[in-house]
C-alpha cells in the first residue's frame, strides 16, 4: 500500500479547528465554569504539570462510586467494587427499578450505607450525575448510552469509567478526549482483557525485551454470541440491533487492547489507517429460522452486519494488526491475540510461545505455561488469587483494582482517554472503510502528537 489515505475536506477542517482550539488555548475560558465546579481549569492542570499524556488527579480516598447499568456486567463490577479497599458505592441508576433495588440490597449486605437509587427514566443518569456527590461514574450501560452518560459524568465533574467500546462512531470518540479535556477528568474504558493472565505475560515479555521489537500483531473478538443476541433478556434487548445498522467490526477493543498495549499505541506509536472487508451476512437469519420459525418475527428481521469482519490496520512505524469480529456464526471462543517480534512470537488460543535461542526445539511452538516462572506479570502474581472465582477468570477484578489504585494514588490511569478513543475507533473507522470497498480510512491522532513523546505503559503492580 503505497498511498496514504487521504482525509476529506471536513476532516480537515475540524482537525485545523482542535489544532486551533488548543494553540490559543480557548481551554482557558472554560475557567470560570470549571472553577464553579472546583476543578482546576486546563491551564492550572498544565501549571501543575499534568500533561495530558500522563494525567492524574490529586489522590482521591475513599473513591465514591456511582452506578449506571447494573445488568450483567455492572453487577460484576459492584460485586468487584464490595471487594476493593477505599471505594464507597453511594448511588446505583438502571432504567430497571428491581435492578437497583437489587444493587442496593447487595451493597447494604456488605456493611455499607444504602446506595440512592435513580431509575426514573432513560437520562436519569444526568440527575444522579448532577445530584451527588462522587468521583467515579462506572458505565455498563448498552453501547448507545456509552458517551451519553461518560459526557454527563465528566461535565459534573466526576471522573468517568465505561464499559466497551467506548464509543460507537469517531465523532463519538473526539467527544469523549474534547470533554475529557475540557473538564480535565480521567475517561478510562474498561478494557478488562488488558489484564488476563497472558496477556499480561505478553506485556511483560514485551517489555523485558524477551520477544525483542514487536512488528506484528493478530488479534480478535470470535464468539459465537447468537444465543445472546437473540435472548429476551441482558444483551438480548438491544445487541442485535446493532447488527442491523452497522456493518464493520462491531467489538473491536478485546482483542486490540491488549496488542495495542505491546505495540505502544499512542505512547511511541499510534494507529495510522486500516482497511477494512466485511463477508456476508447469513448466521443471526439461519439461527433465527431454526429457533424461531420462518415466519417469526426474528426471522424477518435483516441484518447489515457481516458475519465475519476483518481489518488489517497499520501504524504510523510501519507494524501491522490483523483485526477480527466473528460473532454470529458456531464456533469455540477466542481472541487470537498473537504478538510477534523481532526474537520471539507469542500466541493464545491455544497458549504458546517461540522465542529464539530459548525454545526447547527450533521451529517448535514451546507451552506458554513454561514460561510463566520467569515471566509471569508481577501484577498477575500479585492480586490474581484475589480474583479467583469472580468475573472472567479474575481479570475483571484486577481491572478494577487497578482503577480504584491508581484514583487512590493520585497515578495516572493505565489506560487513558487516548486509548479508549483509539481502540474504540476501529468501530467507525472499519464500518467507512467496509462501506468504500475496503478503502484505506485513517485512524484519527487523538494525541495529537503527543504518541511521540508520551511513555510507554510501563509493568504496573499491586
Ligand atoms: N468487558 C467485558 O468483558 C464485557 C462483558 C459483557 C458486556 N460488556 C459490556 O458491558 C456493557 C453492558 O453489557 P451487559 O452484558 O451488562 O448488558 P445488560 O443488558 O445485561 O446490562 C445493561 C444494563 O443497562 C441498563 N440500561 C439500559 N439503558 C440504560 C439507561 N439509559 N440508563 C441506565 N441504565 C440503562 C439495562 O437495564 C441493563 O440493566 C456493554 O457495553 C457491553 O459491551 C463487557
Known amino acids: 500500500m503505497s498511498e496514504r489515505p487521504k482525509m476529506d475536506r471536513k476532516s480537515e477542517d475540524r482537525l485545523a479547528e482542535r489544532r486551533d482550539f488548543l494553540k490559543t488555548g480557548i481551554l482557558a475560558g472554560a475557567g470560570t465554569a470549571l472553577a464553579g465546579l472546583g476543578l482546576p481549569t486546563p491551564a492550572e492542570a498544565r501549571a501543575a504539570g499534568q500533561a495530558r499524556s500522563r494525567f492524574a488527579v490529586k489522590p482521591i480516598d475513599p473513591v465514591r462510586v456511582g452506578f449506571v447499568g447494573v445488568g450483567g456486567m455492572g453487577s460484576a463490577h459492584v460485586q468487584n467494587y464490595l471487594n476493593i479497599d477505599g471505594v464507597q458505592i453511594k448511588a446505583v441508576c438502571d432504567i430497571v427499578p428491581e435492578k437497583v433495588a437489587r444493587i442496593q440490597?447487595?451493597?447494604?449486605?456488605?456493611?455499607?450505607?444504602?446506595?440512592?437509587?435513580?431509575?426514573?427514566?432513560?437520562?436519569?443518569?444526568?440527575?444522579?450525575?448532577?445530584?451527588?456527590?462522587?468521583?467515579?461514574?462506572?458505565?455498563?450501560?448498552?453501547?448507545?448510552?456509552?458517551?451519553?452518560?461518560?459526557?454527563?459524568?465528566?461535565?459534573?465533574?466526576?471522573?468517568?469509567?465505561?464499559?466497551?467500546?467506548?464509543?460507537?462512531?469517531?465523532?463519538?470518540?473526539?467527544?469523549?478526549?474534547?470533554?475529557?479535556?475540557?473538564?480535565?477528568?480521567?475517561?478510562?474504558?474498561?478494557?478488562?482483557?488488558?489484564?488476563?493472565?497472558?496477556?499480561?505475560?505478553?506485556?511483560?515479555?514485551?517489555?523485558?525485551?524477551?520477544?525483542?521489537?514487536?512488528?506484528?500483531?493478530?488479534?480478535?473478538?470470535?464468539?459465537?454470541?447468537?444465543?445472546?443476541?437473540?435472548?429476551?433478556?441482558?444483551?438480548?434487548?438491544?445487541?442485535?440491533?446493532?447488527?442491523?445498522?452497522?456493518?464493520?467490526?462491531?467489538?473491536?477493543?478485546?482483542?486490540?487492547?491488549?496488542?495495542?498495549?505491546?505495540?505502544?499505541?499512542?505512547?511511541?506509536?499510534?494507529?495510522?489507517?486500516?482497511?477494512?472487508?466485511?463477508?456476508?451476512?447469513?448466521?443471526?437469519?439461519?439461527?433465527?429460522?431454526?429457533?424461531?420459525?420462518?415466519?417469526?418475527?426474528?426471522?424477518?428481521?435483516?441484518?447489515?452486519?457481516?458475519?465475519?469482519?476483518?481489518?488489517?490496520?497499520?501504524?504510523?512505524?510501519?507494524?501491522?494488526?490483523?483485526?477480527?469480529?466473528?460473532?454470529?456464526?458456531?464456533?469455540?471462543?477466542?481472541?487470537?491475540?498473537?504478538?510477534?517480534?523481532?526474537?520471539?512470537?507469542?500466541?493464545?488460543?491455544?497458549?504458546?510461545?517461540?522465542?529464539?535461542?530459548?525454545?526447547?526445539?527450533?521451529?517448535?511452538?514451546?507451552?506458554?505455561g513454561a514460561f510463566a516462572a520467569a515471566y509471569e506479570h508481577p501484577l498477575w502474581r500479585a492480586i490474581a488469587s484475589r480474583g479467583e472465582g469472580r468475573g472472567h477468570g479474575g481479570m475483571d477484578y484486577i481491572e478494577d483494582y487497578r482503577l480504584i489504585l491508581s484514583l487512590r494514588h493520585g497515578e495516572p490511569l493505565d489506560q487513558d482517554v487516548y486509548d479508549a478513543a483509539a481502540w474504540s475507533a476501529i468501530v467507525g473507522a472499519s464500518c467507512q472503510s467496509v462501506a468504500r470497498n475496503s478503502r484505506p480510512v485513517e485512524i484519527p491522532d487523538f494525541t495529537r502528537g503527543l504518541w511521540k513523546t508520551n511513555p510507554p505503559l510501563g509493568i504496573v503492580t499491586a
Open 105 to 368: 440490597k447487595l451493597v447494604a449486605a456488605a456493611g455499607q450505607p444504602n446506595p440512592t437509587g435513580y431509575s426514573a427514566g432513560p437520562t436519569d443518569f444526568v440527575r444522579m450525575c448532577e445530584t451527588e456527590e462522587l468521583d467515579l461514574v462506572m458505565n455498563a450501560t448498552p453501547w448507545e448510552w456509552h458517551v451519553p452518560v461518560c459526557v454527563a459524568a465528566m461535565k459534573n465533574g466526576k471522573h468517568a469509567a465505561t464499559e466497551v467500546p467506548a464509543a460507537m462512531s469517531l465523532e463519538d470518540c473526539w467527544q469523549l478526549v474534547e470533554t475529557a479535556e475540557k473538564y480535565q477528568r480521567h475517561c478510562q474504558m474498561m478494557e478488562n482483557c488488558c489484564y488476563d493472565r497472558i496477556e499480561l505475560m505478553t506485556l511483560n515479555l514485551v517489555r523485558l525485551g524477551v520477544l525483542g521489537e514487536v512488528m506484528h500483531a493478530e488479534a480478535g473478538y470470535l464468539h459465537d454470541l447468537r444465543e445472546v443476541k437473540f435472548s429476551k433478556e441482558g444483551e438480548g434487548l438491544w445487541r442485535r440491533a446493532w447488527a442491523q445498522k452497522l456493518n464493520g467490526n462491531l467489538y473491536p477493543t478485546h482483542g486490540l487492547g491488549p496488542v495495542a498495549q505491546c505495540l505502544n499505541i499512542n505512547r511511541g506509536d499510534a494507529f495510522d489507517y486500516l482497511v477494512s472487508m466485511s463477508g456476508p451476512a447469513r448466521g443471526l437469519h439461519e439461527y433465527a429460522v431454526r429457533q424461531f420459525g420462518d415466519g417469526s418475527p426474528q426471522a424477518k428481521e435483516r441484518y447489515l452486519l457481516g458475519d465475519v469482519n476483518t481489518s488489517l490496520i497499520r501504524t504510523r512505524l510501519g507494524k501491522t494488526i490483523i483485526l477480527v469480529h466473528d460473532t454470529n456464526l458456531p464456533r469455540p471462543y477466542s481472541r487470537i491475540n498473537l504478538v510477534q517480534g523481532t526474537q520471539g512470537i507469542a500466541h493464545k488460543y491455544p497458549d504458546r510461545i517461540y522465542i529464539e535461542g530459548k525454545a526447547a526445539k527450533p521451529h517448535q511452538w514451546d507451552d506458554f
